[in-house]
């Protein structure tokens, strides 16, 4: 058993400074001590597959990440380690706590088929592993190796936690609660007016080449890029509902950059979790645009559940300090460059539809975001 700070100094070195996650009774050590810590930062996830996207996006922007979550979440990782940082070959480390160890203390009955599976997932996902050490002396070793495989291979590595790895740590701070704020000043029309290609556009013209645009997976990355591909674009494959967590983690690694996510309706529902985080974060920088046709377009039009559902409330109820429902790409062009320094959510309604042979980018996903990582290495 190590006291926290054992392991927490040793990954600092290494230039692990942000820790995300969600909390196991293993981890209790680790959460208290790193909120307690005033040279680490905790972001607090809704679920685990947001807090791989929030290391993510910090890590492309130059911050090493870690993310803990008891091995009971591991399948809600699933979808963000398969195709968002092994796609854009982004390396987190990983801390996954192994409740319902086979051969280990008794647990409770949830845990015990995970329990025996957890390694067995982690190797099928193809993210090499190793126990998490109790001993001091074996803190740098195993952190060097993860480190030799992460910066080799640009995937991540994990540490299964056992039972009693680390002692007690006794929180001594306390968050500090956002009041939310009602969406006032909202356009009462709700008619759609403007098309996905109108709104994209008027984001490209009221940006700055120093500005991140990041768009959500299925046609918006597609559109995007087919009005004009840019490299401080980003277009997000798979991970579905990750783009927001994505941009907050990138947003507080990079407060010198406007970071612009391009959000849809779909997939904000799927993660809805999310706006929480972002809420209570409040990066400045961030400015999540969702623009809502009420449908899976890219596959096949189903409805989404948006038409029943008052998004705006939701993202002022969650914190966001500036929430304006916006009428056609014509008022967000105008908004766009009249805008203060807050975390904003834009919201439109728009019209469905997608031109005919709508192109996909002609670069792969790791040059997508080696370009991109090379544009946020550049002075502001």
């Known amino acids: 058993m ?50 791989v996207a929030i290391a993510a996006g910090a890590t492309l922007a130059g911050q090493r990440a870690i993310v803990m979550f008891q091995n009971s979440g591991l399948g809600n990782a699933v979808n963000p380690l398969t195709s968002l940082t092994h796609t854009f070959r982004i390396p987190v480390l990983l801390i996954v706590t192994l ?32 126990y998490f050490p109790t001993e001091a002396e074996d803190v740098a070793p195993v952190l060097n190796r993860a480190m030799d495989h992460m910066v080799r291979t640009g995937t991540p590595f994990a540490l299964v936690m056992r039972k009693g790895s680390v002692q007690k740590h006794e929180l001594r701070s306390r968050p500090q609660a956002h009041p939310y704020l009602s969406c006032s000043g909202a356009a009462e029309a709700n008619v ?64 010198k950059r406007r970071v612009f996510v391009l959000d849809g309706d779909g997939a904000l529902l799927m993660r809805m979790g999310a706006l929480s985080t972002i809420g209570y974060e409040r990066p400045d920088n961030l400015t999540h645009i969702l623009l809502d046709n009420e449908r899976y377009e890219s596959t096949g039009g189903q409805s989404t559940l948006s038409h029943s559902t008052d998004i705006c409330g939701i993202a002022s109820a969650n914190g966001y300090p500036e929430v304006h429902r916006l009428a056609d790409a014509g008022a967000l062009a105008a908004w766009l460059p009249k805008m203060g320094s807050a975390l904003t959510f834009l ?25 991109l990582r090379r544009l946020l290495e550049q002075p502001v």
């Open 2 to 51: 190590i006291p926290p700070h054992t392991f927490v100094d040793a990954a600092r070195k290494l230039g692990f400074v942000l820790w995300t996650g969600v909390p196991c009774s293993y981890l209790t050590p680790f959460i208290n001590y790193v909120i307690d810590d005033p040279d680490s930062r905790h972001v607090a996830a809704a679920n685990e597959g947001d807090a």
């Open 347 to 371: 919201y439109l309604k728009i019209r469905p539809g997608v031109a005919k042979d709508l192109p996909r980018p002609q670069m792969t996903p790791i040059e997508v975001a080696a370009r």
């Open 192 to 255: 759609a007016i403007s098309n996905r290609r109108d709104c994209l556009e008027a984001v490209q013209a009221n940006t700055k080449a120093s500005d991140v645009i990041l768009a959500t997976t299925g046609y918006m990355g597609r559109e995007l890029y087919a009005c004009s591909d840019r490299s401080n674009q980003f277009y997000m494959v798979g991970s579905m509902g990750c783009v927001a967590s994505f941009g907050l983690g990138l947003a507080l690694t990079v407060p």
């Open 99 to 130: 409740r319902g160890e086979p051969a280990g203390a008794g647990d409770e009955p949830q845990h015990e088929l995970m329990g025996a599976i957890t390694t067995r997932m982690l190797e099928l996902l193809e993210i090499p592993w190793a």
